[in-house]
């Protein structure tokens, strides 16, 4: 089962200018080939599925426990795209087609069917689907690919940095490449466990450090890169037999965290009386207050 926290990973910028398409480049990162959604039920199936996993429980704890870290990169991204739209249109009669700059956006999905919010899908409007999911049931070969995924996202999350400058979608970036740094990491170590190969020193893919990138550097400051946060209140901590020793970037041994990272507010979004989202009034949304307050 899960338990939720009503925050973000991260605390996110207010967005000073909507950027719409900014906002369909980063849903590469959430519904793409390499985007979250893929790393999440990657990991999630395979921990559902993961065969003797009291004997090797430590393997079944880190990709569990990772999976649920995930979780909370999808409403990062998914923060990120909402924030993007803010103020791409504004409200007028339907005459007067408030809703025409999405005509010129690159995705027209995010006006026409989901009120200018994120989407389960990719930067080209396709749909995130199961077949992005890799479960063989054989555990080096499921580790291998999950360091392969890994390391593709990072690929794509730098290439998405390099599309944009606006500073929500890359402070959100800078974060994820640190934690899918540091996940990349986790399962090299698990596969050198396994079989002796010293898999870490494949990194970084590509070969660029996340120091080369300021929203990235800052967090590898406050040593992120080498914390695996354990996203439970008892459970999995066997982590630590895996993800411990010296950081292999030479600056301190990786560390376990009980528990969550601080995180930040999950953003507001106003109402988009124009997309009739949430299609309350002012007066309704009032009366409703005093509704439930008395119930």
């Given at each position: 089962?899960?338990?939720?926290?009503?925050?973000?990973?991260?605390?996110?910028?207010?967005?000073?200018?909507?950027?719409?398409?900014?906002a369909?480049?980063?849903?590469?990162?959430?519904?793409?080939?390499?985007?979250?959604?893929?790393?999440?039920?990657?990991?999630?199936?395979?921990s559902?599925?993961?065969?003797?996993?009291?004997?090797?429980?430590?393997?079944r704890?880190?990709i569990?426990?990772?999976?649920?870290?995930?979780?909370?990169?999808?409403?990062l991204?998914?923060?990120?795209?909402?924030?993007l739209?803010?103020?791409?249109?504004?409200?007028?009669?339907?005459?007067?087609?408030?809703?025409?700059?999405?005509?010129?956006?690159?995705?027209?999905?995010?006006?026409?069917?989901?009120?200018?919010?994120?989407?389960?899908?990719?930067?080209?409007?396709?749909f995130?689907?199961?077949?992005?999911?890799f479960?063989?049931?054989?555990?080096?070969?499921?580790?291998?690919?999950n360091?392969?995924?890994?390391?593709?996202?990072?690929?794509?999350?730098?290439r998405?940095?390099e599309m944009?400058?606006n500073?929500?979608?890359?402070?959100?970036i800078?974060?994820?490449?640190?934690?899918?740094?540091?996940?990349?990491?986790?399962?090299?170590?698990?596969?050198?466990?396994?079989?002796?190969?010293?898999?870490?020193?494949?990194?970084?893919?590509?070969?660029?450090?996340?120091?080369?990138?300021?929203?990235?550097?800052?967090?590898?400051?406050?040593?992120?890169?080498?914390?695996?946060?354990r996203?439970?209140?008892?459970?999995?901590?066997?982590?630590?037999?895996?993800?411990?020793?010296?950081?292999?970037?030479?600056?301190?041994?990786l560390?376990?965290?009980?528990?969550?990272?601080?995180?930040?507010?999950?953003?507001v979004?106003?109402?988009?009386?124009?997309e009739?989202?949430?299609?309350?009034?002012a007066?309704?949304?009032?009366?409703?207050?005093k509704?439930l307050?008395?119930?």
């Amino acid at each position: 089962m899960y338990l939720r926290v009503d925050r973000l990973q991260i605390e996110l910028p207010a967005p000073k200018d909507p950027d719409p398409n900014a906002a369909a480049a980063v849903q590469d990162l959430l519904g793409g080939r390499f985007g979250e959604m893929s790393t999440l039920m990657n990991y999630t199936y395979q921990s559902f599925n993961f065969r003797n996993h009291v004997q090797l429980r430590p393997y079944r704890d880190l990709i569990a426990n990772i999976a649920t870290e995930e979780l909370g990169h999808i409403e990062l991204v998914s923060a990120t795209i909402n924030l993007l739209l803010v103020g791409a249109t504004q409200p007028a009669p339907p005459e007067d087609a408030p809703l025409a700059p999405g005509k010129d956006a690159r995705s027209t999905y995010h006006f026409v069917s989901t009120a200018q919010t994120a989407f389960v899908g990719g930067s080209m409007g396709g749909f995130w689907h199961g077949d992005y999911v890799f479960n063989s049931g054989n555990l080096i070969l499921d580790l291998l690919h999950n360091f392969f995924l890994e390391c593709g996202a990072r690929l794509h999350k730098i290439r998405v940095y390099e599309m944009t400058r606006n500073p929500v979608a890359r402070e959100m970036i800078g974060y994820l490449l640190v934690r899918g740094g540091v996940h990349a990491t986790a399962y090299g170590k698990a596969l050198e466990t396994l079989t002796g190969v010293a898999v870490h020193r494949l990194l970084p893919i590509p070969n660029i450090p996340n120091s080369k990138f300021p929203e990235a550097r800052k967090y590898e400051q406050a040593g992120v890169h080498r914390t695996l946060y354990r996203f439970s209140p008892e459970d999995y901590r066997e982590v630590s037999r895996i993800w411990r020793g010296p950081s292999p970037s030479g600056d301190g041994d990786l560390v376990v965290a009980d528990g969550p990272p601080p995180g930040g507010p999950v953003p507001v979004l106003p109402d988009l009386p124009e997309e009739f989202a949430p299609g309350l009034s002012a007066e309704e949304i009032t009366e409703l207050a005093k509704k439930l307050a008395g119930a």
